[in-house]
């Protein structure tokens, strides 16, 4: 069974720093889909960005970046430039394809993001 | 509004009472979801949905009850509610146009008794 793991309950970064937030993975399956999603204290999930499993490129959106390692089973979020908005709970996700039969969204437990003015 | 809404957006009850929590979105996106969010937890897939009057059971399905009759609304109801189920529930939905991406609604807050 696929499993999604954040190490990091808790990060911190000063205002216009630069901080990454890691998650890694599990899963037997070739192609998949990798997201990380915002929570802000309104509780609105928000996504952030996502990546495709075939595409080497890693993606962006604006001071969002992700370092995908698909050997590894790395995916790490980077935030540049934090602002305080930035302030939120992260959650990173994993979804299989359609063509392995499930659509199922595996979670991790989160990392809180704290800036600091 | 175009989007995934959920009703009520805070709801008490006690144990033993019979809850609905209800999930409309007017995208018309194939598929839906119920989570739970527990701290510790992260989200858990409770129910989902492939299209209307298909459901299938995800990782916490004990205790609540789906329908899909159509394609825009995923009611979940807790047929007899405990305390264990006090936790904040949100709906999303995604289409099967490739694209893979969850939207969720604004979240449910149950506090049981």
């Known amino acids: 069974a696929q499993t999604v793991t954040q190490s990091q309950p808790e990060m911190s970064v000063q205002e216009a720093e630069t901080v990454t937030l890691s998650c890694t993975y599990d899963?037997?399956?070739?192609?998949?889909?990798l997201f990380w999603y915002k929570q802000p204290p309104s509780r609105q999930m928000i996504l952030v960005i996502r990546?495709?499993?075939?595409?080497?490129q890693n993606a962006t959106e604006n001071r969002f970046s992700v370092n995908f390692q698909k050997a590894a089973k790395s995916f790490s979020l980077k935030i540049s430039d934090s602002q305080l908005g930035d302030a939120a709970m992260y959650f990173c996700?994993?979804?299989?394809?359609?063509?392995?039969?499930?659509?199922?969204?595996?979670f991790g437990t989160g990392t809180r993001l704290k800036v600091l003015a | 509004d175009a989007g995934i809404t959920q009703s009520p957006r805070y709801k008490i009850t006690e144990t033993g009472r019979q809850v609905t929590l209800m999930c409309h979105q007017t995208?018309?996106?194939?598929?839906m979801f119920w989570y739970r969010q527990d701290l510790g937890h992260g989200l858990r897939l409770i129910y989902y949905?492939?299209?209307?009057?298909?459901?299938d059971k995800g990782e916490v399905p004990d205790g609540y009850v789906v329908s899909r009759s159509k394609t825009e609304n995923f009611p979940l109801t807790l047929e007899s509610a405990t305390r264990s189920q006090t936790s904040v529930y949100f709906c999303?939905?995604?289409?099967?146009?490739?694209?893979?991406?969850?939207?969720f609604g604004p979240g449910t807050r149950l506090l049981v008794l």
């Open positions: 899963t037997s399956e070739s192609d998949y889909y």
């Open positions: 949905s492939a299209a209307a009057d298909i459901t």
């Open positions: 999303a939905s995604s289409d099967s146009g490739g694209r893979e991406t969850q939207y």
């Open positions: 995208w018309s996106h194939s598929y």
């Open positions: 996700a994993y979804r299989d394809t359609f063509t392995s039969g499930t659509y199922k969204y595996i």
């Open positions: 990546q495709e499993a075939y595409k080497q």
